[in-house]
T-cell receptor, first 112, second 113 residues
Framework: GDSVTQMEGPVTLSEEAFLTINCTYT??????LFWYVQYPGEGLQLLLK?????DKGSNKGFEATYRKETTSFHLEKGSVQVSDSAVYFC???????????FGTGTRLKVLA | EAQVTQNPRYLITVTGKKLTVTCSQN?????MSWYRQDPGLGLRQIYY???????DKGDVPEGYKVSRKEKRNFPLILESPSPNQTSLYFC????????????FGDGTRLSIL
């Protein structure tokens, strides 16, 4: 079945460091891919999305490119801030179905 | 303001006492879904609804019921809660199918003693 695998955390970085959180997926057809962010005590918020191969989603300095050949959707940011500390979830929306599948989440902690 | 509203935010209760967590959205979304979030397991889908009166099981439906009598509401019912249902629950909605981004509520933390 469809699945999402993302790197385990926690990831601890200093402010202004480069961030990569890996996400790979297994799916039939052509899913849509998402990154969501969860701040403490809150629900998930959409960070960015991509709906087809080679699409690049971007928002608030974060980027991810839908790579069909490597079945990946890695999240990157060039310079993280303390305010980016949160849990990040990779997810896919299976094409032709009504199901969403989430990764296990990666906690990011950014130190000043 | 577009939002998904869950109630209650926190609940401590005892095994076997029926409870309902309400969820309401004001965006006229067709698709609604319930998830539970557990450490190390991420979000797992419990039930989803494609439209009024149309629901289906997600990956972990055992012990839960749902209904969708109106487009805006999608309550989660635990008929006989057990301690293994202690978790953080999220309701979400999206415009249509599973390839649309979802809007999430702020979560309901349930403790079943």
């Amino acid at each position: 079945g469809d699945s999402v695998t993302q790197m385990e955390g926690p990831v601890t970085l200093s402010e202004e460091a480069f961030l990569t959180i890996n996400c790979t997926y297994t799916a039939t057809g052509y899913p849509s891919l998402f990154w969501y962010v969860q701040y403490p005590g809150e629900g998930l918020q959409l960070l960015l999305k991509a709906t087809k191969a080679d699409d690049k989603g971007s928002n608030k300095g974060f980027e991810a490119t839908y790579r069909k050949e490597t079945t990946s959707f890695h999240l990157e940011k060039g310079s993280v801030q303390v305010s980016d500390s949160a849990v990040y979830f990779c997810a896919l929306g299976a094409s032709g179905t009504y199901k969403y599948i989430f990764g296990t989440g990666t906690r990011l902690k950014v130190l000043a | 303001e577009a939002q998904v509203t869950q109630n209650p935010r926190y609940l401590i209760t005892v095994t076997g006492k029926k409870l309902t967590v309400t969820c309401s959205q004001n965006m006229n979304h067709e698709y609604m879904s319930w998830y539970r979030q557990d450490p190390g397991l991420g979000l797992r889908q419990i039930y989803y609804s494609m439209n009024v009166e149309v629901t289906d099981k997600g990956d972990v439906p055992e012990g839960y019921k749902v209904s969708r009598k109106e487009k805006r509401n999608f309550p989660l019912i635990l008929e006989s809660p057990s301690p293994n249902q202690t978790s953080l629950y999220f309701c979400a909605s999206s415009l249509k199918t599973g390839n649309q981004p979802q809007h999430f509520g702020d979560g309901t933390r349930l403790s079943i003693l």
